[in-house]
């Protein structure tokens, strides 16, 4: 059976897990990965962390697949006359909440809910939009029954299924990153069906929205040679610069920049170009706000490569992607792997000597 690249991306979305809270989708990971690796396990941190092996002799080179797993949400911190005020777990734009359906995830049960604020005739201002302690979240209850099932501290995330657009495009909340993910996914199914030399170890990444700290400890402890990281990237709007925007359907984009080994990002585009796969250049002066910053220093550097999929309304809970720049990722880097050879390192590597000025 064919993978169906649809119905995973749409079960990982729909899954709630904010940074921190990975649970839930780490589960539904690991059941669609269990097929396509030989070992797999959760760290102390809670990255979900598969190997699948390569044919070459051992000891073997190791190439590391990064996509974080968690996404922006909420978390409850008063509660007021039933009311319920949030504050972000994650960059969240309090525009987008006005009227937005959440869910609450309380005690005993999850409760349907939405941000509210005052009409527009008795607001502070019809010119600005309400600030942060001006919207609340109404469950319908009153407050004594809302104190039994809502705690301060309690995840709230939002509502919102994903939909079906044309062209093969979806949209919904977490698609940052859970298409990387599904991008993962693919290309571990991909690969099972072929040789290749290196292990490929994939790693869903936990609390990349806060602060990234779990590319940290998974670069951390498995040792390997090189890191491609896939995450979200920007995608081109009514309202955004084209100068920062890349075209949604455009194929996946590679990074350029101090946070990239250049030859290594070259032999990306040798083989979108050797394969005919749409690729676009995105430029990246600094650091890459991806977990690709912190993985490239981990030990004693790890060679870096960055693979962004466009995405429209990013940290927005209508997010939209399209599906074709997901399989061209998941191809290339697939392409890109089973190309390896054992001593590609030394294709790439700096000059060890360096000879004095005659």
């Known amino acids: 059976m064919s993978f169906d690249l649809k119905a995973h991306l749409k079960q990982l979305c729909e899954t709630p897990a904010p940074s921190g809270h990975e649970d839930p989708v780490r589960d539904v990971i690991r059941a669609a990965w269990a097929g396509l690796v030989d070992d797999c396990r959760t760290d102390s941190l809670g990255n979900l962390i598969a190997v699948q092996y390569g044919t070459g002799p051992e000891p073997r080179r190791r190439v590391m697949l990064t996509a974080h797993m968690d996404e922006i949400g909420l978390i409850v911190a008063e509660i007021r006359d039933g009311f319920i005020r949030a504050e972000s777990v994650g960059g969240i734009d309090t525009r987008v909440l006005l009227h937005q359906p959440v869910l609450v995830h309380g005690q005993q049960r999850t409760l349907k809910g939405l941000f509210g604020a005052a009409p527009p005739h008795m607001a502070r201002s019809r010119k600005t939009y309400p600030e942060a302690d001006e919207l609340w979240i109404d469950v319908g209850l009153p407050h ?83 890191a491609i990281v896939i995450d979200g990237t920007f995608a081109a709007q009514s ?89 061209r990722t998941a191809r290339l880097i697939t392409v890109f792997i089973t190309g390896l050879e054992p001593d590609f390192l030394a294709e790439i590597a700096w000059p060890e000597n360096c000879e004095a000025p005659k």
């Open 144 to 226: 004594d029954d809302m104190a039994e099932l809502v705690r301060v501290g309690d995840l709230i995330t939002f509502d919102a299924p994903v939909i079906d657009l044309k062209n093969e495009r979806l949209a919904g909340k977490s698609m940052d990153n859970r298409v990387s993910v599904a991008a993962v996914t693919l290309c571990l199914d991909e690969l099972r069906r072929v040789a290749h030399s290196w292990d490929v170890v994939a790693v869903a990444t936990v609390q990349e929205e806060r602060d990234r700290i779990g590319a940290i400890t998974a670069a951390y402890q498995e040792p390997t040679d090189i």
């Open 239 to 327: 309202g955004a610069s084209d100068d920062d925007t890349f075209a949604l359907g455009g194929g996946p984009t590679i990074g350029r920049g101090p946070n990239f080994h250049p030859l290594l990002v070259q032999k990306f585009r040798d083989a979108a170009k050797a394969h005919e796969i749409k690729t676009q250049v995105e430029v990246l002066p600094g650091d890459s706000g991806t977990d690709a910053w912190l993985i490239q220093v981990s030990r004693a550097g790890i060679l870096c490569v960055l693979l962004g999929i466009p995405m429209r309304n990013m940290h927005t809970p209508v997010e939209v992607v399209d599906l074709r720049d997901v399989r």
